[in-house]
Structure formats: structure tokens, C-alpha cells
């Protein structure tokens, strides 16, 4: 286990609550609890994937982790050079400055930057917020930037709409990392775009880690490109995290029976991979709504009478590995099995 | 062999006049779809394989889209209600002919099974119109019978009251479930589904494709199943036609195609995502570039600018032809030149 030094966030008991009104007077009746208790820890330098499927919440962590919300309850801890900020106690102004330690990358390049402005207002812009650049130096660490993510100086004077979905996308990172934050919440940041370009910004993303000694969160849907990305991973089921584990390990041997159906039902683009997908009945709970005990007993093909009434919590099962499942120790679970491609 | 076809498309071009040009949408495509077979066309935004689409049941607009070239032949054999061949891009795309295909004999399943019902009446009354339309001899209660007999053979729980449910009150794997119902309630014997999985979970996603092929496993039907997703292809079809900037690259069948692809396009998306059961790479392999611009396509071969075995002189300047490099095998690519057989114009049955 990592020491408290390597770490560089700490979220606990995170819950987001939004309240679902109702008539005239917009009353209140009840909350979609989109994130319902998520505790997780990021190492600095590392990725942690958060994976599920929509609605599940995994992208009201990332923003809650942020601060696009203000999150209902919880701890959000950041270790910032030997200092731990609570970024709940934060005053507005406080909070506006500790902003450029942690910014995003939208999904859909298309909607997430403003058309009336140009490359170099773009990624210009957060400099100029922060007061951290002005003038030439600003242009200097815009092209320096620019560069960095692939795209040339000539495109500074360009607007959005003249360039195609994977440069845009690179215009949102240009301008997420530009004013050098320490996290990054990727949220979904290559689902949008096409298959041959999504393998390039998912490279670029590795190679910018690596030089800008960047932690990311990565968010996203599909368990190949996160796996790809991810040191660790965690498995997010109706507002609660099910599992957390090294990714090589969660691949090959899930302990959550969510996480195994999560895997087997990734398309393989192998015609000879035989039909051995295990079928998952049903839908994803509402969040709004969610059944009593463990959130995924309605769907879980182990599910005994405890999982009905009783809420799994999320507990190391052996070092790294944390469960949320009342038979975590007993149930002998189907993971990937790429043995054979490595000797080969 | 020719009595197994159902669909016969040869050198069909549908290209959009607009204002900054002529954006050759579909430029030359020639394919057959087999009866009860699983015709798996793949390819980038932009890359033609929905407007092919669309251009089989007539459905694109014009202007500014035109079929300015090739046949589109649905053969009507013994068991269907007419005789002969029809070439689908000769009929009015707003006349009686065409309409009676659509939905009956070719109905489609869209990517987003919310803009493609109608938000304002019942899932129900959206089937029971299309059985009213299609089905002769049918009365109201029968077809409302038939909608609900369709809606539970889709998988959709308490058919009988979902009947008289609106679009926004279903899921998105229940509309799709309903889409599906409602395409096939006319038993067409050709389904054409684009990304009918796209917007959905994956654990969704599994549950419609599992529908799907037991669904074609009982009804017979031929499918073309349009994707962009690599997984989703192997999984469906029987053939596969990879399609780039209009034109196909390279088709095979999905054993062949995923076993030894030919085309450096092919091979590059192939390489390019991550394989979830392979070890993992420190790095992806990209295909470097980007897709050109329509307006501004390459000369010669389209893919010429990003291809890693670009031969100067030969595929800047030419376009190769769609040759056979092997039994149901044909490529699109100067490195199998040397394979004579140009299969460009396929010759009548």
C-alpha cells in the first residue's frame, strides 16, 4: 500500500444528492442519489479508471471531485506539496485559485468550446483567469502548449469549427493543461471520436502524463480504453463503487459478479470468440429509486437473501483490492483470459 | 447462387450537391446481400456506410442528395408478394411503390431509438400503423394483438401495458427493444440496422445483439448491419464490407477479414484499439491523420495520405480497383495488384 506521501487526492464518503421537484411550488419529493457514499484514493502520477454505465455516477464524481458541484456530503482532500486542502472548507476566492490543481476534458469536443472564440483565446484564457500569463508570454505558453498536443502555431488565429473532431479534442486538452494543473478528470474524452482517432488522443494523453507528470481520473464507458489508460480501476454501480483493483487484476479475476458481466460483455473484435458471454438480465437500477440491499441484486446471478436486505460494504478483500459484495471470498468469478495471447 | 440473393447493389453513387461542392457521399459501391445472411458494413464518420443506407430505402434528402448512378435490385422471389427484380433507385422516393417497401418487405432499425418514434403517440399506435399500412385483412384489434405479440417477443416485460406508452417513458434498451418490434412487424425479409447499438450500455448492447441474432434465427430475415464498433461487427456478421471515404477498401467474410486483413486501413483500425483479451500495449498503434475533408479527398487511392505502405507514383495517382485476392476475398489496394481478377462490375448471376 502506498504511503500517505505518494497520495494525491482522497475522496471519502463522497454523496451527491440532487433533489427532484415537483409542482407549483417545487417541492421536493425525493433525490436522485447519483453518487451515494464513493470513497477512493489517487496516487500522484497515477490513472485510476472509473468505469460504468450511464447513470451509474461516474461522472458527477468527477465533476463533484472538481467542484462543478458542491457535493451534498463528504471529504474531498487534496495533498498538495506536504499540504492537505479540504476543498469543501475552501472560501470561493480560495477555491477559484486552487481551480488550476485540477481541471477537465469534456466528452464532445463539438459542444465544449465556444465558437465565437479563437485557438488562442481558448487555450489562452485560463492563463489569463488565473492572472498567470499575459501579453507575449501567454502567446509563448499557448504555442508551447499547442505544440505539445500536436497541433501547429498557425492554427492559434483558427476557430473551432475548422477543425475535425480529434483536433478539437486536442484543442480541450491544450487548454485544460495549460496552465500545468496536477489531476486531471478525463470524462470520457475519446468516446466521441472516431475509432482511428480515439487510439492517437489516447497515446497523446499516455505521452502528456508522463512529460507534465500529470494524475488523472479517467472516466469512461468502454473497459478496453480504460484498461489501456488505467494503473487501477474501480467499478461505479448505482451511485456506489463495487470494486477496486490494479486493472490487470480486475480483468482477470473480478471479485464483484458487476464487474464480471461488465467484462463479458465487451464486444471482442475476434469472430472466433466463442459465445461464452454471460447474458445480464434487466437495467441499471434508478438512482432515484434504488432497491433495497445491494443496488445490483435484481440483476445478479448469485444473489442470495442477505443481498436483498443488506448493503454490501465497499472492503479490502486482499491488499489493493477493495469489494463491495457479501461473497466476495467465496464466489469463483470469470475474468479475461489472454494467457494465450501472450505466448503467442 | 443468384437465387439466394435478396439485395444486389452495383456501382451506386449518391452524392450532395452543396454549396462548397459535391461531397461524393457513396461513390461506387457494389455489394450482395444473401438471404438470411448478415452483411456487416464498417467504417469512420463520414465514410458513406449510413447514406448506402439510407439510399437502399430512398430515404435521403433531396436535394441535396442524389443516386446519380448505379442499380439498387431487390430480387422478390417466389415467396414475396410481387415477382422479378426491382431497382429500388429508379423508384419516386415519394411514391406508392417505394412506400410499400419501406416498413414491409425493408424496414430499418435507427441508432437513436428516441428521435426515430414519434414523441407524441403510443409505441403501440406507432406498430399498429404500420401493420394497418402493410397488412391486408388485418382490423384494429388484430394489429393492437399483433403489436403486443411483437412487443413481447422482443423481450419487453408486461407487453400488454407498454403497448400504451409513450417513447420518454421507456428506457433507451426498452425503445430500442420496441424499435426493433416495430421493424419487424411486417416480417421484412431485409432488416437494415445503423448502430443500433451505439447509444447503448454495454450490457445492453449484448442484450440487443443476442435479440437480434435469435431474432434473424426465427424470422429468416437478411440484415445489414451498419457499425463503426470492430467487436460489434465479428460478433453479427457473415460478411463484412469495410468502407472508407465513400468506396469499400476491402470485404470478406468476418472469419477471413479479422483472420488476415488485407487492406492497410483495415489492418490499421484493427491495430489501432485497444484488444481487451491481448496483453496490453504500452502504446496503441494509431493510424496517423486524420479522414480528409469531403471536399478534399486525395487524389488517387483515398487512404494514400495515412497509409504506412504509401508507394509514391502509383497510389497518388490512380485509384486501385476492388480485386479479388482470394475465394470472397477482394481488396481495394496497389499492393494486390498483382491479383488480376477485377470483380468491379460483377457480372450478372
Known amino acids: 500500500m502506498a504511503d500517505d506521501s505518494d497520495l494525491l487526492l482522497e475522496v471519502n464518503d463522497l454523496k451527491m444528492y440532487f433533489p427532484i421537484q415537483k409542482g407549483l411550488l417545487r417541492r421536493t419529493t425525493g433525490y436522485v442519489k447519483a453518487v451515494d457514499g464513493v470513497s477512493l484514493s489517487i496516487k500522484k502520477g497515477e490513472t485510476l479508471g472509473l468505469v460504468g454505465e450511464s447513470g451509474c455516477g461516474k461522472t458527477t464524481t468527477g465533476r463533484c471531485i472538481v467542484r462543478v458541484y458542491q457535493p451534498t456530503e463528504g471529504e474531498i482532500v487534496f495533498h498538495d506539496e506536504g499540504e492537505a486542502v479540504n476543498l469543501n472548507l475552501l472560501a470561493r476566492q480560495e477555491l477559484k485559485a486552487f481551480r488550476r490543481n485540477m481541471q477537465m476534458i469534456f466528452q464532445d469536443p463539438f459542444s465544449s468550446l465556444n465558437p465565437r472564440m479563437t485557438v488562442l483565446e481558448l487555450v489562452g484564457e485560463p492563463l489569463l483567469a488565473h492572472g498567470i500569463a499575459r501579453g507575449q508570454e501567454l502567446e509563448d505558453r499557448v504555442a508551447e502548449m499547442v505544440n505539445a498536443v500536436g497541433l501547429k502555431v498557425e492554427h492559434l488565429p483558427r476557430y473551432p469549427h475548422s477543425f475535425s473532431g480529434g483536433q478539437r479534442q486536442r484543442i480541450g486538452i491544450a487548454r485544460a493543461l495549460v496552465q500545468r494543473p496536477k489531476l486531471v478528470v478525463c470524462d470520457e474524452p475519446v468516446s466521441a471520436l472516431d475509432v482511428s482517432v480515439q487510439s492517437q488522443v489516447v497515446n497523446l494523453l499516455q505521452d502528456l502524463q508522463s512529460e507534465l507528470d500529470l494524475t488523472y481520473l479517467f472516466v469512461a464507458h468502454d473497459m478496453s480504453v480504460v484498461r489501456q489508460v488505467s494503473n487501477r480501476i474501480a467499478v461505479m454501480y448505482v451511485g456506489k463503487l463495487v470494486e477496486v483493483a490494479e486493472s490487470e487484476e480486475l480483468l482477470r479475476n473480478p471479485k464483484h459478479p458487476y464487474s464480471e458481466t461488465l467484462l463479458s460483455a465487451v464486444p471482442r473484435p475476434n469472430p472466433h470468440h466463442a459465445m461464452q458471454r454471460l447474458s445480464l438480465e434487466g437495467e441499471p437500477a434508478d438512482p432515484a429509486n434504488a432497491p433495497p440491499g445491494c443496488a445490483f441484486h435484481p440483476r445478479c446471478r448469485y444473489m442470495e437473501d442477505i443481498c436483498q436486505n443488506e448493503v454490501p460494504e465497499l472492503t479490502e478483500l486482499t491488499p489493493g483490492r477493495h469489494v463491495a459484495c457479501h461473497f466476495a471470498d467465496q464466489l469463483q468469478l470469470q475474468g479475461i483470459d489472454y494467457s494465450a495471447s501472450i505466448q503467442s | ?349
Do not use: W
Request: proline share 6%; with cysteine.
Open chain 2, 1 to 349: 447462387m443468384a437465387s439466394d440473393t435478396l439485395l444486389e447493389i452495383k456501382d451506386l453513387m449518391t452524392h450532395f450537391h452543396l454549396q462548397e461542392g459535391i461531397v461524393r457521399a457513396v461513390d461506387g459501391v457494389s455489394f450482395e446481400v444473401r438471404r438470411g445472411q448478415t452483411l456487416g458494413i464498417i467504417g469512420e464518420s463520414g465514410c458513406g456506410k449510413s447514406v448506402t443506407a439510407h439510399s437502399i430505402l430512398r430515404l435521403v434528402p433531396s436535394p441535396p442528395g442524389n443516386i446519380v448512378n448505379g442499380e439498387i435490385l431487390l430480387h422478390r422471389g417466389e415467396n414475396g408478394n410481387g415477382d422479378g427484380l426491382v431497382d429500388l433507385a429508379q423508384l419516386d422516393p415519394r411514391g406508392a411503390d417505394i412506400r410499400a417497401i419501406r416498413g414491409a418487405e425493408i424496414s430499418m432499425v435507427f441508432q437513436e431509438p428516441m428521435t426515430s418514434f414519434g414523441p407524441m403517440h403510443t409505441i403501440g399506435n406507432q406498430i399498429i400503423e404500420s401493420i394497418l399500412l402493410h397488412q391486408e385483412g388485418v382490423d384494429g384489434s388484430e394489429a393492437r394483438e399483433l403489436a403486443i405479440e411483437n412487443l413481447r417477443r422482443v423481450g419487453i416485460p408486461r407487453a400488454e401495458q407498454i403497448v400504451d406508452a409513450y417513447p420518454h417513458q421507456l428506457s433507451g434498451g426498452m425503445r430500442q427493444r420496441a424499435m426493433i418490434a416495430m421493424a419487424l412487424s411486417c416480417s421484412p425479409r431485409l432488416l437494415i440496422a445503423d448502430e443500433p447499438t451505439t447509444a447503448l450500455d454495454v450490457t445492453i448492447q449484448a442484450q440487443i445483439l443476442e435479440l437480434m441474432t435469435a431474432l434473424q434465427d426465427e424470422y429468416g430475415m437478411a440484415v445489414i448491419f451498419i457499425t463503426h464498433n470492430l467487436g460489434v461487427i465479428a460478433e453479427v456478421a457473415d460478411e463484412v464490407a469495410v468502407m472508407y471515404l465513400g468506396r469499400i477498401v476491402e470485404q470478406a467474410g468476418v472469419n477471413e477479414l479479422f483472420d488476415n486483413p488485407q487492406h492497410p486501413y483495415t489492418q490499421g483500425l484493427l491495430n489501432s484499439i485497444p484488444h481487451i483479451d491481448e496483453a496490453k500495449l504500452a502504446r496503441l498503434r494509431a493510424i496517423e491523420g486524420v479522414v480528409p475533408d469531403p471536399y478534399d479527398i486525395p487524389s488517387g487511392c483515398a487512404f494514400s495520405d495515412r497509409c504506412p505502405s504509401f508507394m509514391p507514383g502509383k497510389c497518388d495517382s490512380a485509384m486501385p480497383d476492388l480485386a479479388a485476392t482470394g475465394p470472397e476475398h477482394r481488396v481495394r489496394c496497389f499492393l494486390y495488384s498483382e491479383a488480376e481478377e477485377i470483380v468491379t462490375e460483377v457480372a450478372d448471376g
